[in-house]
């Protein structure tokens, strides 16, 4: 135990150690906070550069570059209602129209601290709970990712606004361009219109920056002569009370991000989606109407995307399985340092898991400090002129968008679905389902195909693994209960409960 111990202070007692560590959390925070330059990519640029050093100077800035980007999204997301990341599209929904209201300091504040908390619960879990968890993910088969898939498109009724319809629309429209290029499983073309262009599939990152950064620009050009709201940053750090209120929901949703990180394939995005519907849900009496501002739609999605974290790191250390895109470079990053990750790992070099554990707990700690600092200046972003400020908004979505494949296309692509978006919010359409659609559409296509597969395209068969597996059958029921609490006939019997209540 006292050499685990002296694994896990490695990173905090080596000044070499604890600088690159710092110097990656710094760096991975204003990458996050652009849209368009994501982790996976930063991670992936280390890697060729990081190749000759020794393993434990790699992983502490690879380490440090994933916990900050995780968090840096969350800046423009409340800011400029453009996520720096798929994590933060979440966080988008409340978070701007705090900034709105001129509450973009507080919101900022509120984010890094409920941040830190996620984080600590995810890397506690990698450290006490690693095998049982990553056994438990082991046990999802594919019907069971299927069915994931299912309760997130479930979720449009969170965010269609005041017309379930529009919402279900938007989110089929989202599932539709999800489909766009090569079938994984064929290699055939789909909605392609045999264009070549099209084989690569639409990047979902580009649809979020254009359907969120180009249509607000748009959007921001019938306001040019509103009054400049003033944002208040006199109080950056929460009191003490507002932490204590919002821990419960903190730690509801950080074992959400957890459990769905340590799921191969899925992530933070995925994670945040699940934990703001069960804010949504759950928070009887929320300090705003959810889409208005809400601080319980700030602390959920971000609890769940930083826990997510530590989630994704269980299957990566324990079975050599991503549980995200990062991890998966990550995992590539150890084959080159001569590791072998999974069930050896754990055998042949234990040091690296409490290596890591030490290193994790180190970056979440830098990402509180600096995530802290700079605020003040960050808020103000959102006081700067109209026309300064929409062409920032373009200018960034504009890099985000060709920082993905360093392909000119892409930009069209933004720009396009930048005007579809502003065109959907003007006749009423939300933005959320589209994205969420555009994420979960593939997922669940290739997650039915398997499952069927797996019983020989027998339909009795798929349905009875639905009632006799455990994990099937809780998903099955969860999915039931959702239906029923968006019914029209369930919405009316609760308002008069609610009547009936009060009077």
């Known amino acids: 135990m006292s050499t685990d111990l002296s694994y896990f202070l490695m990173p905090w007692l080596d000044p070499s150690l604890m600088m690159l560590t710092a110097l990656g959390t710094f760096a991975g925070i204003y990458i996050g906070a652009i849209p368009g330059l994501s982790v996976t990519m930063a991670v992936s640029i280390l890697i060729s550069f990081t190749f000759s050093w020794e393993v434990n100077d790699a992983l502490a800035l690879m380490v440090g570059v994933y916990m900050g980007g995780v968090y840096g999204g969350s800046r423009t997301a409340i800011l400029l209602n453009i996520p720096g990341a798929p994590s933060a599209i979440a966080t988008s929904f409340d978070g701007f129209p705090l900034a709105k209201l001129g509450e973009a300091g507080k919101a900022i504040g509120v984010t890094t601290v409920v941040s830190f908390i996620g984080g600590m619960v995810g890397i506690v879990v990698l450290a006490l709970a690693a095998p049982m968890v990553a056994d438990f993910a082991l ?3 594919p019907r069971d990712y299927l069915l994931l898939a299912v309760m997130g498109l479930l979720l449009v009724g969170s965010m269609s606004g005041e017309s379930l319809a529009k919402g279900l629309f938007s989110g089929a429209l989202g599932i539709t361009i999800g489909m766009v290029g090569m079938d994984p499983l064929t290699a055939e073309g789909r909605f392609t219109f045999d ?8 990047p979902y990152v580009v649809v979020m ?21 003033r944002q208040d940053v006199s109080k950056i750090l ?3 009370s507002t932490v204590v209120k919002y821990i419960p929901l903190s730690i509801r949703t950080s074992f959400i991000g ?11 995005d995925i994670a945040a989606l699940f934990a703001y ?22 602390v959920a999605p971000e609890a769940a995307n930083n826990a997510a974290v530590g989630g994704a790191y269980i299957p990566m250390l324990t079975l050599g399985i991503p549980g995200d895109a990062v991890t998966a470079v990550m995992i590539g990053a150890l084959y080159i340092h001569g590791l072998k990750p999974g069930p050896m790992l754990m055998i042949e070099t234990p040091h690296l898991f409490w290596f890591s554990v030490g290193n994790l707990t180190l970056a979440n700690i830098f990402m509180l400090i600096f995530g802290l600092m700079g605020i003040r200046l960050f808020a103000k972003i959102v006081e700067i002129p109209k026309g300064v400020l929409i ?20 930009i069209y692509w933004m720009l396009g679905f930048g005007i ?26 290739v997650s039915y195909r398997r499952a069927m597969m797996s019983v020989n395209n027998t339909p009795d068969a798929f349905f009875m693994d639905l009632l006799t597996n455990p994990i099937s059958l809780v998903l099955t029921l969860a999915i039931l209960f959702m239906l029923i609490g968006q019914t029209p006939l369930w919405t009316k019997l609760k308002a008069g409960l609610a009547k009936a209540k009060a009077a």
């Open 195 to 202: 264009s070549v262009t099209l084989l690569g599939g639409i």
């Open 420 to 445: 579809f978006g502003y065109l959907l919010k003007m006749y009423g359409f939300q933005i959320g389902p589209v994205i969420l659609g555009v994420i979960l559409g593939p997922l669940m296509d």
């Open 139 to 141: 046990m999802f088969a």
């Open 277 to 298: 519907d069960h804010a949504k849900r759950s928070v009887k009496k929320p300090s705003r109407p959810f889409g208005q501002g809400a601080y319980e739609g700030l």
């Open 209 to 229: 920056i254009g359907m969120f950064g180009i249509s607000e620009a748009i959007s921001q050009l019938h306001h040019l002569k509103d009054v400049v709201i």
């Open 391 to 410: 062409p920032l908004i373009v200018l960034l979505s504009v890099v985000g968008a060709y920082a993905i494949n360093n392909n000119v296309v892409d």
């Open 238 to 240: 929460p009191s003490w």
């Open 258 to 268: 957890v459990i769905i990180g340590a799921l191969p394939g899925t992530g933070g």
